[in-house]
């Protein structure tokens, strides 16, 4: 079976954003030029239609991820020759004329975020037996057709993957046929190429971003950060971008590197911070005043964040984006700082947290020291006209511990593949008005300091010791795999895969609280496309 190779992937990940930077910054209007290419490099195979769409690729809305996965499969598998700009030009133009409107993108944004250990939300357990068990259900949810076109996608995967249909959870029902009758149908409807929401969204023209922008972020493991970026419009949608970043632990980032905005509201930015290079996943808001998403490695792509940009500047909304740190004890005074845009006026902490002190302010910045007591509870934060409601959360004792991710996966490596680590955070909880914990009324707090172990998780984890082979943690909560391959050093040399379970001990008030999470550590991913 062909699959795609690993250096080309590689150039795949960051494909969309550094040949479609070279592409829009072509003269040639980005429009014009993606017709031009469809008739050059696609029509050979892809018939104009009488109403003037080309066969397949009109029929089909997708993301850009989406449409450059679907131009790799063209090179790989039908030996289409594009050159690397003629691909980013196309990707942007189909991605701004057949894209995917801001709703019907937003549950599924974590696949494009590149999230690890997701359970998806499927439609119905059918649907995810059919269509999720080789990849993730988002991969189809973030694609529009109408149901005849869906069934020729079956088609292209019978076609494509015959034994589909002798695997597992294919040969306990009667698969071609599912995926060739009610499976379309049913897409057909959850999915169709016509939309109120794309129509009114195509409509609209794309927001110029270009200025300044204030950052928050956090980077599991080392913290929270914020700091200022700077956008500069080139034309067509792509940007500039330099980054000055600041760490609460007081370590800093600086940086700078290329976007496209793509379909209006899909930022896809590369970013070189503080040496290191960086993907950045973003939604733009309806706006144009907001933009958030994940930030992430280029590899490995299991380190990052979430990110928040807001615009700053002049006639900036104002508004209180985060507190440092988030969390303050009753009868605890703390030194908070506020972060936002157009932080002017009087400042209130919310009901029963007193301002003892301004120790400095500007538009941006407000440092105070401060004093809780009263209840428990999230306060929402103001300063003049800038609002961040449930911004600071007040505590009275932290009763749990968890640890976030409760359940994901890291990959073994080395050699052709680098190994795929897994990053903790210790996550301190109030019980909530039930007063027992582990349930949905549990008030978060937030992340604490924790000291990390690494256990074998059930009997068969045990009997094998895999917290013995599988890998190590380090005291930030970052686990690191072990090697690939056979380990002649374990019972059937077995290799180094393992079913942990990873311990934050929390030390609250001399105590020590434990939480745990579940991490299946697995071998290496072969074929890792955009959109997994
Ligand atoms: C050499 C012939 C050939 C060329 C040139 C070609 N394609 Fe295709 N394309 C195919 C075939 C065959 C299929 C159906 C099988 C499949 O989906 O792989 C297909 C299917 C498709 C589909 C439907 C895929 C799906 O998800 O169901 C799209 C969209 C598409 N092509 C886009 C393109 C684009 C864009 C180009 C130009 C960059 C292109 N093709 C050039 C042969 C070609
Ligand atoms: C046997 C494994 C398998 C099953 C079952 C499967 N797929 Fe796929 N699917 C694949 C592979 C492999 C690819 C191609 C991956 C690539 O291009 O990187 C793919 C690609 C896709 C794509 C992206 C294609 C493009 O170019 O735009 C979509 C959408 C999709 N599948 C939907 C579905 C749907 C809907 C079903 C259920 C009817 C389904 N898949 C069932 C293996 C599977």
């Not at 769409?53 to 090179?75: F, L, Q, Y």
């Not at 964040?305 to 104002?318: F, M, N, S, T, Y």
């Not at 400095?360 to 306060?379: K, N």
């Not at 007040?394 to 994901?408: F, G, L, N, W």
Request: net charge negative; proline share 5%; glycine share 12%.
């Amino acid at each position: 079976m062909p699959r795609f190779n690993r250096p080309l992937l590689r150039a795949l990940s960051v494909f969309v954003l550094s040949s479609g930077m070279a592409a829009v910054a072509a003269p040639a209007g980005a429009q014009q030029s993606g017709e031009v290419i469809l008739d050059a490099r696609c029509s050979s195979c892809h018939d104009r239609l009488a109403d003037g769409r080309i066969s397949r690729i009109g029929e089909i809305r997708k993301t850009p991820e989406g449409w450059d996965m679907n131009i790799a499969r063209m090179i790989i598998m039908h030996g289409v020759e594009i050159t690397s700009e003629e691909r980013g030009a196309l990707v942007k133009h189909l991605s701004d004329t057949q894209g995917l409107a801001p709703s019907e993108t937003r549950d599924w944004r974590y696949i494009l975020e590149r999230r690890s250990g997701v359970f998806e939300d499927i439609p119905d357990e059918d649907l995810g037996v059919m269509c999720a068990r080789c990849h993730s259900y988002a991969r189809t949810a973030l694609q529009r057709r109408d149901e005849a076109e869906w069934v020729k996608h079956a088609h292209f995967h019978q076609g494509q993957w015959p034994t589909t249909e002798y695997q597992a959870l294919g040969r306990d029902r009667n698969w071609w046929e599912l995926a060739s009758t009610q499976v379309p149908k049913r897409l057909g409807e959850l999915y169709p190429l016509q939309s109120e929401a794309w129509d009114n969204w195509k409509a609209r023209a794309a927001p110029d971003l270009s200025g300044s922008w204030r950052v928050i972020g956090n980077r599991p493991g080392k913290g929270a950060f914020q700091g200022v970026a700077v956008l500069a419009g080139k034309g067509n949608d792509a940007y500039g971008v330099k980054m000055f970043l600041f760490y609460a632990d007081g370590s800093k980032a600086n940086g700078e590197g290329e976007a496209i905005l793509y379909t209006g509201y899909e930022w896809r930015a590369s970013v070189t911070l503080d040496g290191e290079d960086t993907l950045q996943v973003m939604a733009v808001s309806a706006g144009g005043g907001e933009m958030s998403g994940r930030w992430f490695l280029e590899d490995p792509d299991s380190i990052g964040g979430d990110i928040v940009l807001a615009r700053a500047g002049k006639g900036a909304a104002a508004r209180i984006m985060a507190v440092f740190p988030p969390h303050i004890r009753i009868g605890e005074t703390a030194t908070l700082t506020l972060h936002g845009v157009g932080l002017g006026g009087d400042i209130d902490l919310g009901s029963d947290v007193s301002v003892d002190r301004i120790v400095s302010r500007s538009s941006d910045i407000i440092v105070v020291e401060a004093t809780a007591s009263g209840s428990p509870g999230a306060r929402t934060v103001v300063a003049g006209a800038a609002q961040g409601p449930d911004a600071l959360m007040v505590y009275d004792k932290v009763d749990s511990i968890r640890v976030e991710p409760a359940y994901t996966i890291a990959r073994v490596g080395g050699g052709a593949i680098a190994p795929v680590p897994a990053q903790f955070e210790a996550v301190a909880f109030m019980d909530g008005p039930d007063g027992v914990p582990g349930n949905d009324d549990d008030v978060r707090i937030g992340v604490m300091p924790a000291q990390w172990t690494v256990g074998n998780h059930g009997d068969f984890a045990a009997a094998l010791d895999d917290a013995k082979f599988a890998g190590a943690i380090t005291q930030t909560g970052l686990f690191e795999p072990a090697v690939a391959g056979p380990n002649p050093a374990r019972p059937f040399s077995t290799n180094n895969a393992g079913d942990l379970a990873i311990t934050a001990s929390v030390d609250v008030g001399g105590q020590s609280l434990q939480g745990t999470a579940q991490l299946i550590v697995t071998v290496q991913r072969w074929n890792d496309p955009p959109i997994r």
